[in-house]
């Protein structure tokens, strides 16, 4: 696969990119990182992403492809070998999609309000949604990997790619919050899954390490809050 | 075709379950509906979506999946003949993609419109024809999202059919812009006329009315 044909626009700091990063490489596909700068974007990501102007984009041959999701099923489809990233069996291909999307649409929404939270009250409030919501994440992931070591079973697959790219930002909110979010007294079989899911080879570069991201987090507060100052 | 034990939990207004319904119906597949009373769910539903405790809830072989979109994908994924989804992957994601920018944006800016008055009135209607505009986009010029027939894409989307135009009446504001949008427009009249989703379409003055219910609720919470 010639590196020029596979394109993928995107920004090291987003889960979202990273997700696209990890299925290209458990795939072995050759592809060319653009990276884009989000606060002055470029022709290209204007062009390819015109309806939300975001990372990530896929870039195969000439044909744009957007939303994080959206762009893992069409690697599975396109480079449909081995190793499939979404399970076999329909039940569990939806079992799969349905955890995808109540992590995308409610739990990390819960990190981002503890990640924020400004006084012990509202951050006690949300660290307890966090802990239920993962709970629940224990359970589909000892349902889901069958006493295997991934959501996967054997290999990494799709729910792995989709939640173990949080990782990075569940390390940061860790490091900001100064709360154990993955916690071995609380969810032992997730934080087993986190660390083999961390040094897979897949994985390997592609998530920054948390004190990067918080210092990308600061400066994003700060460059927000010269935006506020400036436009009073 | 056989049923295999299908069982449909849903309700009669909720374009999620219609999505299901329609899908069902596209591909002949035999279940049985049980119609949920949002204000007291059957300990099934309670126990088949313990996550949500929302519909629609498809029961296949003693399993549930939840979740519309993967509720579709799913039915595609089992049911193989008469395909949602197209068989090339660029187009299967251009539907993923669309099915997805409904729920997102056309979703709560539509249904957040139904309890706004006066300026947030004119503002959420302005928003919600600013999406309407780039859903018409992903139609690129065909006359459905499907192509030459209907797909996955205008199953998820096809209720925004007849909500738009019930929208408009019963608020008095405009969301369909013939002018501005026909190609959606056009759509929305292929939709509407299909005979399987026009089957499936809850009647015009039951939606109507439950429609002027919700939002005189819903204002009165507002401003209580």
Known sequence: MAASDVKLLGARPSPFVNRVQVALNLKSIDYEFIPQNLAEKSELLLKSNPVHKKVPVLIHGDQPISESLVIVHYVDEVWSGPPS??????????????WAAYIDEKWSPLVRNLINATD????AAAAEKVFEGLKLLEDAFVNSSKGKGFFGGEKLGFLDVVLGCYLGWVRAGEIITGLKILDETKTAALVGWAERFTSNKAVDGVIPEPEELVSFMKMQARAAAAADASSK | MAGEGVKLLGYWGSPFALRVRSALKLKGIEYEYQEEDLGNKSPLLLQS???YKKIPVLLH???SISESLVILEYIDEVWKHNPLLPEDPYERARSRFWAKFVDEKCVPALVGTISKVGEELEKGAREAREHLKTLESGLDGKRCFGGTKIGFADVAIGWIAYLARIEQEALKIQLIDQQNMPVLAAWIDYVLEDPV???LMPPHDKVFKHMIDMREKLIAVVSN
Request: proline content about 11%; hydrophobic content about 30%.
């Open chain 1, 85 to 98: 990233l979404l399970p076999a069996d329909p039940y569990d291909r939806a079992t799969a999609r349905f």
């Open chain 2, 49 to 51: 979506n313990p996550v």
């Open chain 2, 197 to 199: 989703m026009k089957e």
């Open chain 1, 120 to 123: 012990e009250q509202s951050k």
């Open chain 2, 61 to 63: 072989n003693g399993k």
